[in-house]
């Protein structure tokens, strides 16, 4: 429905930390353009209570605990979770829900049996799980520039120059984009300014030498047993959960080359599954059953009718920081909507993901779109206004999906949508599954846009739809 100008999903009319979506003031905007002339208009990204976030049986569980202040960071909130195995850091509602799901999972590869059987197979360092070095809880203040930005690179002024200047020049798979040295690792993001470059900050495909010892393990049949053992437990085989990855890694390794075999291995889980773990994975079945090599064949193939730029697949498909799983899912996305034109901008966006956090983000946009628009997402176009993306559908109305947890007017958010390219078009309309500030409310409203947010799709974060508390901060 609308009202005051502001299109709001029903199931969204509850009361907000910051405000409610009822006292959300309208006024004409003569230019269309945003106008925030004031410090006042402006808000820092806050610091969240975990539990006024998300539902109740996320935060707490067999093995694990949620900590209690979750900090907003690029729009999205960051958590950690303290398990008996070590510390996780979920960078977004989503990867917290993932990561909750993976406990079960944890439960089984650090059992007793497990261990013992590593053990004898001659595994290395198979009693010491890797432990993140996290503090935010205790002094969510202090630890604040040191969290990861969330999506914020994607909006920021660098990042939006650099895309404009690429498709001046035609460049827009130029590896340069996907690359060690990429322009885009860099961004001037002010909440990425002294983030720290990853561990595995690479493509998930990596160097020559890199994949000439993945072929190799797969001539063994490494990647075979991992695959297997990921479905057993009802897990993502190319999770980024570094206390699955490095446990499922030295299962299979052990499977593979070590005293006992792929068979021996299921039986030591078995156990464990038939009564913790429901094994209905909702991986893609492909992913499961594909080594990386044919699932980027297959990719290839799925993508061609809809990008025709070669180059730009290749760079996507090898160079990309999506994981086999992302890629997949991108792709299918792309191929379901029929596109009109635009997949090249997809795929340039794609390009600029540094990590798991930005990948989901791309992919998410694809779905949130498709959730809002049903039927009417086939045969639209999708645009990017510098380095974000947006959707023309084929009846003229211009969609601006933004799946966040939480959107800030702070200033760099009205510098962005400041842009003429943004409010230059009549129909348009912000959609968001996550929460959008009543300040941005405002500020966006005012510019002329419409509001949906609430939206859900197939895996989807698992809001708290009801938030009464207020912000930590």
């Known amino acids: 429905m609308r009202q005051g100008g502001v299109q709001l999903a029903v199931s969204w009319l509850v009361a907000l930390p910051l405000g409610c979506f009822a006292c959300v003031a309208v006024a004409g905007d003569p230019v269309g353009g945003i106008s925030a002339n004031t410090a006042d208009e402006f808000e820092l990204e806050p610091s969240l209570a975990a539990a006024d976030l998300v539902i109740p049986a996320l935060l707490n569980g067999p093995g694990y605990r949620v900590r209690p202040v979750a900090a907003v960071h690029g729009f999205q909130a960051g958590f950690v979770i303290e398990t008996r195995w070590g510390e996780l850091r979920a960078e977004s509602v989503e990867l917290l829900a993932i990561r909750v799901a993976e406990i079960p999972a944890l439960e089984a590869l650090y059992s007793e049996s497990v261990t013992s059987a590593l053990v004898r197979s001659g595994a290395s360092a198979v009693a010491a799980p890797v432990r993140a070095v996290v503090n935010v809880a205790s002094e969510p203040e202090t630890t604040l520039r040191g969290l990861p930005g969330g999506v914020w690179r994607f909006f920021s002024e660098r990042v939006i120059k ?32 002294s983030r720290q470059p990853e561990q595995d900050d690479d493509s998930w495909f990596g160097n020559l030498s890199e994949e000439a010892g993945r072929l190799a393990k797969s001539e063994l049949g490494f990647g075979a047993a991992k695959r297997a053992l990921a479905a057993r437990l009802g897990v993502d085989p190319y999770s980024g959960n570094p206390l699955l990855r490095e446990r499922l890694d030295k299962l299979a390794w052990a499977a593979t080359v070590g005293k006992f075999g792929v068979g021996q291995a299921m039986g030591l889980l078995d156990p464990l599954v038939s009564t913790t773990l429901d094994t209905a994975s909702t991986v893609n079945r492909v992913v499961l059953e594909l080594p990386p090599e044919d699932l980027r064949r297959r990719n290839d193939e799925a993508l061609a009718p809809h990008c025709a730029d070669e180059e730009q697949r290749y760079q996507f498909l090898n160079f990309g920081r999506f994981s086999p799983t992302l890629q997949t899912e991108l792709t299918d996305r792309i191929a379901e909507m029929r596109l009109a034109g635009g997949c090249g901008d997809v795929l340039e966006t794609a390009l600029m993901a540094q990590n798991e956090v930005e990948a989901r983000y791309v992919v998410n946009t694809l779905k949130l779109t498709q959730a809002y628009l049903g039927e009417r997402a086939e045969g639209g176009r999708w645009i990017g206004l510098g380095a974000v993306l947006s959707y023309e559908t084929p009846d003229g109305e211009r969609i601006l999906p933004l799946p966040v947890d939480l959107l800030s007017w702070t200033r760099d958010t009205a510098r962005w949508f400041g842009q003429q390219a943004l409010w230059s078009h009549p129909q348009r309309s912000v959609i968001s599954n996550g929460q959008i500030s009543v300040a941005a409310q405002r500020a966006l409203t005012r510019a002329g846009w419409n509001l949906m947010t609430g939206l859900s799709y197939p895996g989807s974060p698992p809001y708290l739809r009801v938030l009464e508390q207020a912000p930590v901060r």
Do not use: V
């Open 162 to 193: 650099l895309a404009q200047q690429a498709k001046r020049l035609g460049s827009r798979a130029d590896q340069r984009i996907s690359h060690d040295g990429s322009p885009y690792d860099a961004a001037d993001a002010p909440l990425t300014a």
